[in-house]
């Protein structure tokens, strides 16, 4: 599956790989790809995660997930 998600909060490259690297250990996730121009965070994932736990890591991070 593949889901962009809205996130507030992101700035620089810290921001990225933060986002990266959080949500690329997740179990399932293939690819992470964060766009800062658009404030988008594009995720491709299999069945062994949800989006609702993709949204809770970012949030975790200390991002806000619309």
């Known amino acids: 599956m593949k889901e962009v998600l ?4 992101m700035s620089c490259g810290h921001c990225v790989k933060s986002i990266e690297s959080s949500v690329g250990e997740l179990q399932g996730v293939s690819a992470v790809t964060v766009d800062l121009a ?6 491709e994932f299999g ?3 949800t989006i609702a ?3 809770e890591t970012i949030e975790d991070q ?5």
């Not at 809205?6 to 909060?9: C, D, L, N, R, W």
């Not at 658009?38 to 995720?43: H, L, W, Y």
């Open 6 to 9: 809205k996130v507030e909060g």
């Open 38 to 43: 658009n404030k988008e965070v594009t995720v």
């Open 47 to 49: 069945n062994e995660t």
């Open 53 to 55: 736990q993709i949204k």
């Open 62 to 66: 200390g991002y806000d997930v619309a």
